[in-house]
């Protein structure tokens, strides 16, 4: 039996900076076009509980190259892909475009671009529901934290991006 793709399926990457809203726009979007969400989040906490401590960014940089040959798998499979981790500098994202092009894996970028105000209240309501033991995968973010991320995340100018998704 021979059985027909004729729909194209893609890997989303989906860029932002802690507390955008990647998550919750990744379900969404999953529900929409039928895609299965990779996390990087969701496996450090499956896996360590968040309790990975110093060693954060190296078990992230592991899953992550983990989690893109499992996209490209299940897009060669015939299932759309969110990859749900952030993609906070340039480097980061070419690096990701280079894997998948190679791979000959279609792909495209979105991202969430959040206003100020409400990236602050976001904050603020994940902090409160992790103190409270419900934030799931969501990490606590903390001064360290917060610093970190308005250190380390890159805004991607708009040519890098095929949807730019405003939240605020």
């Keep these: ?29 999953a529900e929409q076009c039928g895609a299965v969400i990779l996390s990087t989040d969701e496996v450090t906490y499956d896996l360590t509980g968040n309790e990975q ?7 992230a940089r592991r899953v992550n190259r983990y989690l893109r040959k499992k996209a490209a798998e299940i897009v060669r499979a015939g299932a759309n ?9 340039r480097a980061d994202r070419a690096e ?3 894997f998948f092009q190679s791979e000959g894996i279609p792909f495209a970028w979105h991202y969430i671009d959040v ?12 902090n409160r529901a992790v103190a409270a033991g419900e ?3 969501d990490f606590y973010v903390d ?26």
């Design 115 to 126: 206003a100020e105000d409400t990236w602050h209240r976001q904050i603020a309501q994940r």
């Design 1 to 29: 039996m021979v059985i027909s793709m004729n729909h194209t399926k893609k890997v989303i990457l989906i860029c932002g900076i802690i507390c955008s809203g990647k998550s919750y726009y990744a379900k969404q979007l």
């Design 135 to 137: 934030g799931g995968s």
């Design 81 to 89: 892909v969110i990859l749900d981790w952030g993609f906070w500098t």
């Design 53 to 59: 401590g110093d060693s954060y960014d190296e078990f």
């Design 96 to 98: 990701i475009a280079r």
């Design 143 to 168: 001064e360290g934290l917060l610093n970190k991320a308005l250190a380390a995340f890159e805004i991607p100018e708009r040519d890098e991006m095929d949807v730019w998704h405003r939240v605020g």
